[in-house]
């Protein structure tokens, strides 16, 4: 509910879900080919998404439900387990899980705490919290293995999980820093390969102004160009996590593993700062790793930090615990109700498919055209319907200007035939019959999607929506 329900195929499932349907189906997506192999050939999620399919026979809108509740599940034994370790009382841990529904933006990161669809980014956060959890039960392969799991899922989540842990796991053991730094000499002869002659070959170029300039709407992308206040909303939880850690410590509360959970996530500070040059210089491999999404891994800590100050601290009772709780748990539940029954009361709390709703039934419509058509839609379309054309139909389109951006920061071929293809449907509500069939013409287009009345041949109508023919 503060997510606003759970809906398929929203935000980044534009990219997540064409690329793992053209894993079972390589006849999908003739023309878009490059633009999803541009970011699908650095992750392994669109190979496990399609083998659970062959494996299940279930259909991607099922599965991908289904893994939604396996994230959340996960998340939520993570987060009970770290709770377990660290707080006195359950009812403090039921607090924590509680704030955790509190769906927030990290700021000018390009994520949220939750995400109302199912993220692989997501899960791989869940695994990289069983793992923390793991860590402080004082697991040894399991971390790891956890770790690694989550990095066939989303590489950059899951690593930003292993320096942390990794870190900890120095501090905390003395045995196991010869076989780290073993294991890191390893990862960096491996890294030094990748990007030498590896898949990431060409990755430590230089983003000149002509790439950059299709990139200017990604502003999470350069942190140097925060405003002051993003700086210090980030920044703020360094010190927010000190503090309440000497408040544990001098409450003599301290866990096995918390001063090594502590320092291994404040390291991650000096892995943003390391980087930051080389973000300025615009090194593409550094600005693809979005190092701005460490703050994320600040935000987890912190949460659970101040979780225990309100509801426990330095001479907690039960009932203040219990109090803390039922306060959390009264301050999700009205925002969850305000969000969906007021801010958005026209959505269901769950939609497990494409809605049948107009844009619904053009989509179902166009899955039965010919598989290599091409088609033209407004290039705000997945933002005004819900879903791109993409995932609904299944189809090539000719631009979709959220995703196809954002995927630009991966090849610079994609990020230019992005802006071109954006250029070319400026002002899309004042399209004309002659532009569109000259649109067809130069790309081999067949159908326009449109609320606007144009006189060309109606191949499918809902509503105010219509599919044109173009040829």
């Known amino acids: 509910m503060n997510s606003a329900g759970y809906r398929y195929g929203a935000s980044d ?22 633009l999803i192999a541009s970011q699908a050939r650095l992750t392994t999620v669109d190979e496990v998404l399609a083998a659970l399919m062959r494996l299940t026979g279930a259909s991607l809108p099922a599965l991908l439900a289904v893994l939604y509740c396996v994230t ?21 841990t039921l607090a924590l899980l509680a704030a955790a ?78 076989p780290l730094a073993a294991s890191a000499a390893l990862g960096l002869l491996g890294s030094i390969w990748l990007l030498s002659s590896g898949p990431l070959a060409g990755k430590l ?27 210090l909303i980030n920044l703020a939880y360094a010190p927010i996590i000190l503090a309440i850690y000497r408040r544990r410590r001098a409450a003599t509360v301290l866990m096995w593993g918390e001063t090594g959970l502590v320092i291994g996530c404040l390291s991650l500070l000096m892995v943003f700062g390391l980087a930051l ?20 891994m600040l935000d987890l800590l912190a949460t659970i930090y101040v979780v225990w100050a309100l509801a426990e601290g330095r001479a907690g009772t039960a009932r203040r615990a219990q109090v803390t709780a039922a306060v959390v748990l009264a301050a999700s539940l009205a925002r969850g109700s305000y969000v969906m029954f007021l801010k958005f009361p026209d959505r269901p709390i769950a939609e497990l498919a494409v809605a049948d709703d107009d844009w619904g039934r ?7 055209t010919r598989r290599d058509s091409g088609w033209i839609a407004d290039p705000m379309h997945a933002a005004r319907h819900g879903t791109s ?41 004042g399209m004309t019959p002659a532009r569109a069939r000259a649109l067809a013409a130069r790309h081999g287009l067949d159908y326009l999607v449109s609320e606007h009345p144009l006189d060309l041949p109606v191949a499918f109508q809902s509503g105010a929506l219509r599919v044109y023919r173009l040829r």
């Open 13 to 34: 499932l534009a990219f997540y879900v064409p690329a793992a349907l053209t894993r079972v189906d390589s006849s999908l997506f003739p023309r878009d080919a490059a």
């Open 277 to 296: 040059p080389l973000n300025a210089a615009r090194v593409s491999i550094v600005v693809q790793l979005q190092i701005p999404r460490i703050f994320w």
């Open 205 to 231: 170029a230089i983003m000149d102004a002509e790439w950059l300039a299709t990139l200017v709407t990604k502003d999470y992308l350069f942190p140097l160009d925060w405003p002051p206040d993003v700086w």
């Open 362 to 368: 053009a989509m179902a419509w166009a899955r039965s």
């Open 389 to 429: 054309l993409r995932v609904a139909g299944e189809r090539d389109v000719f631009v979709e200007a959220v995703k196809d951006t954002a995927i630009g920061m991966y090849e610079r071929g994609v990020a230019i035939r992005t802006r071109d293809h954006l250029a070319q449907l400026t002002d899309f509500d």
């Open 101 to 178: 529904t509190l769906r927030h933006a990290v700021s000018r990161t390009g994520t949220n705490t939750l995400e109302a669809y199912f993220h692989p980014r997501q899960l791989a956060f869940a695994l990289g919290t069983l793992a923390l959890a793991s860590f402080l039960g004082r697991g040894r392969l399991v971390p790891g293995a956890l770790v690694i799991a989550a990095g066939l899922l989303h590489p950059t989540t899951a690593l930003w999980f292993a320096i942390w842990l990794g870190v900890a796991t120095a501090v905390e053991d003395r045995a196991s820093r010869a």
């Open 72 to 92: 959340l599940a996960l998340l939520a034994a993570a987060l009970w387990r770290v709770g377990w370790r660290l707080y006195r009382t359950s009812y403090a």
